[in-house]
C-alpha cells in the first residue's frame, strides 16, 4: 500500500498543492515552519481521519478560509483508491472513499495504517500513565474490537459507579447493594482486558527489544513492564476493599484504568535516567514495534512517516536506520529535515529510489 498523489486546499500553510510521490523514500526538506510536519499531518488525516497534533479539526482550515480539502490516490493491492477529507467551517467533517460517503471514522482507521514517528512522542515518556494506555490501547483496539467494546463498557460502567460515589459521599449513606453490580462488571471485563494488555505486552516487548538492540548495537538493555493490581491474585479483595477510600475521594481508586507501562533501561526508569537520544531511540524502537505489528497483521507494509527522525541521533544509529531501509523491512516512507546537506548525504548512501520534494512556505516542488 502506499501513497501516490496527495491534493491539498487551503490546508493549513497550504493554499493549493497537488504532488506525486515515490512508492519508496520521500524526503521534505524545507525551513523551519515551511510545512513540512503538515504535509505529514495531512497524510495522517487521510489514515486516521483527524490530526496528530491537534485535537480541534477546524485549527486546519486554512487562517480565513471557508474549509480544508486533502485528497490522496493510495494504491492498494494494484487497486486504486481514492481517499478525501473535507471540513468546512460549521459543518461535520466529510470522508469519502471512492466518492462513496464514510459515516464512521472507524470504517476509514486501519485500511491505510501509517505509523508516526514524531518529536512529540516524548509524551509517551514523559507523561502520567494516561499517555500510555491511550498508546497501546489505540493499537490493540485496531487489532481486536472485541478489546475496544470491551473497554467502551467498562468506561461507561466506571463512569456510572463513580456517580454513585459520589451520591454516597453527599448523602454520606454507603449502599452495597447499589454498587455491586457495577462492581461485578468493573471485575469481569477488567480482568479481561488486563489479561491482554499482558499477553499483547509481552508480544510487543520481543519485537521493541529487537529493534531497540539492533539501533542501538545492544549498547543499552531496554524493558517494557505492563503493571496492574488486576495482575495479583487478590485483586478482587484489593478491589472490594477500595471502597471507603473510593467514597472519600468520589472516584474509583482500584482497576485497569490505573494501569501504565514502564519503560526501563538498564533496569532504571528511561524517563529519569535516558540521555536525550537514549529516549528517542527507545522512542523510534517503541513505533518501529508498531510498524512490525501492523504489518503482520494487514499483510502489508503500513506508511511510515519520520518527523524530524534524526535529531538528537548520532551517525552511527542513523547508519542503522539507513540498514533498515536498504533492507526493505519498510514500504513507503516519508521523512522530513530541516537541513538539506544532511538529507543528500543520507541519500546518497542510500540504494534505492528517492524523491526530494522542497517545501517553501506551504509550497512544494520536487527536485530533479
Ligand atoms: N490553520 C493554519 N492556517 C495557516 N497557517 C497555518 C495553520 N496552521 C499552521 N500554520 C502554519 O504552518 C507553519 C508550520 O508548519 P510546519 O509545522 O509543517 O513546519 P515545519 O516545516 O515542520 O517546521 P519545523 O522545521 O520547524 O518543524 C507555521 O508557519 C504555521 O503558522
Ligand atoms: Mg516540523
Known amino acids: 500500500m502506499y501513497l501516490e498523489n496527495l491534493y491539498l486546499a487551503n490546508f493549513k500553510n497550504y493554499s493549493e498543492a497537488n504532488v506525486d510521490f515515490s512508492k519508496y523514500i520521500n524526503a521534505l526538506v524545507g525551513d523551519n515552519g515551511s510545512g513540512k510536519t503538515n504535509l505529514l499531518d495531512a497524510i495522517h488525516f487521510l489514515s ?3 490530526s496528530a497534533f491537534n485535537s480541534i ?21 494494484q487497486n486504486t483508491i481514492h481517499v478525501s477529507n473535507t471540513l468546512s467551517l460549521g459543518k461535520r467533517k466529510k470522508l469519502l472513499i471512492d466518492k462513496n460517503p464514510v459515516d464512521k471514522a472507524a470504517d476509514i482507521i486501519g485500511k491505510f ?3 508516526l514517528i514524531a518529536p512529540n512522542d516524548h509524551s509517551l515518556i514523559m507523561e502520567g500513565g494516561e499517555a500510555r494506555r491511550k498508546y497501546f490501547d489505540s493499537i490493540i483496539s485496531q487489532l481486536d474490537r472485541s478489546y475496544l467494546i470491551d473497554l467502551m463498557d467498562y468506561n461507561h460502567c466506571l463512569k456510572q459507579r463513580n456517580k454513585l460515589l459520589k451520591q454516597f459521599a453527599e448523602t454520606g449513606k454507603i449502599d ?9 462488571i468493573l471485575i469481569s471485563l477488567g480482568k479481561k482486558i488486563c489479561d491482554k ?20 548495537d545492544g549498547k543499552e538493555s531496554i524493558n517494557l513492564k505492563y503493571l496492574s493490581k488486576f495482575q495479583e491474585e487478590d485483586f478482587k479483595q484489593i ?4 471502597l471507603q477510600k473510593d467514597v472519600i475521594l468520589q472516584r474509583t481508586n482500584v482497576g485497569i484504568h490505573k494501569d501504565d507501562y514502564l519503560f526501563e533501561m538498564d533496569g532504571y526508569q528511561i524517563k529519569k535516567y535516558g540521555s536525550q537520544g537514549q529516549q528517542k531511540s527507545f522512542l523510534i524502537a517503541l513505533k518501529l514495534a508498531q510498524f512490525d505489528i501492523i504489518h503482520e ?23 542503522k536506520l539507513t540498514e533498515m531501509i536498504e533492507h526493505h523491512e519498510f514500504g513507503q516512507v516519508f521523512f522530513t529535515d530541516a537541513r538539506p546537506e544532511r ?5 546518497e548512501k542510500l540504494n534505492m529510489e528517492w524523491k526530494v520534494i522542497t517545501v517553501d512556505n506551504g509550497n512544494l516542488a520536487v527536485q530533479e
Open 297 to 319: 497483521e494487514k499483510q502489508f507494509k503500513p506508511i511510515l512517516l519520520m518527523d524530524d527522525i534524526f535529531d538528537k541521533l548520532d551517525d552511527h544509529r542513523i547508519q
Open 48 to 50: 486516521m481521519t483527524k
Open 343 to 347: 538529507t543528500n548525504h543520507f541519500l
Open 113 to 115: 495504517p501509517v505509523v
Open 197 to 216: 494488555r499482558r499477553a499483547f505486552s509481552k508480544i510487543y516487548l520481543t519485537k521493541l527489544l529487537k529493534h531497540y538492540t539492533y539501533l542501538a
Open 239 to 242: 478491589f472490594y476493599e477500595s
Open 176 to 184: 452495597s447493594d447499589l454498587v455491586e453490580p457495577f462492581d461485578r
Open 57 to 77: 479539526d477546524q485549527q486546519s482550515i486554512q487562517h480565513d478560509k471557508p474549509y480544508y480539502s486533502i485528497i490522496g490516490r493510495f494504491t492498494l493491492a
